[in-house]
Nanobody
């Protein structure tokens, strides 16, 4: 089992930045691919970014490419999502997910472990 706890959400003006963190506990974090997803009110959960167990491979949704950066520090059992140039349409609950796999998933149903989510609100 892996337990995931997100933090770092909040209210920010358009054009601002936030950094989300996801702290993992339980089994060996360094062997897990990690992903960030988000869900806005009335919408389905969507993929944001993902990173391989080593950090050598990263993947992004087109909507955040060039603005968001995913990274990880295995020594701290933590994955990050740096979000720059935020837009009102980035407003959502952001979820961290983990999966023990070499192939990095970008589909939510491929992840077994999820955090409780953190709210990000971008005002215009």
């Amino acid at each position: 089992q892996v337990q995931l706890v997100e933090s770092g959400g909040g209210l920010v003006q358009a054009g601002g930045s936030l950094r989300l963190s996801c702290a993992a506990s339980g089994r060996t974090f360094s062997s897990y691919a990690m992903g960030w997803f988000r869900q806005a009110p009335g919408k389905e959960r969507e993929f944001v970014a993902a990173i391989s167990w080593s950090g050598s491979s990263t993947y992004y949704a087109d909507s955040v490419k060039g603005r968001f950066t995913i990274s990880r520090r295995n020594a701290k059992n933590t994955v990050y999502l740096q979000m720059n140039s935020l837009k009102p349409e980035d407003t959502a609950v952001y979820y961290c997910a983990a999966q023990d796999t070499i192939v990095v998933p970008t589909l939510s149903h491929r992840y077994d472990y999820w955090g409780q989510g953190t709210q990000v609100t971008v005002s215009s």
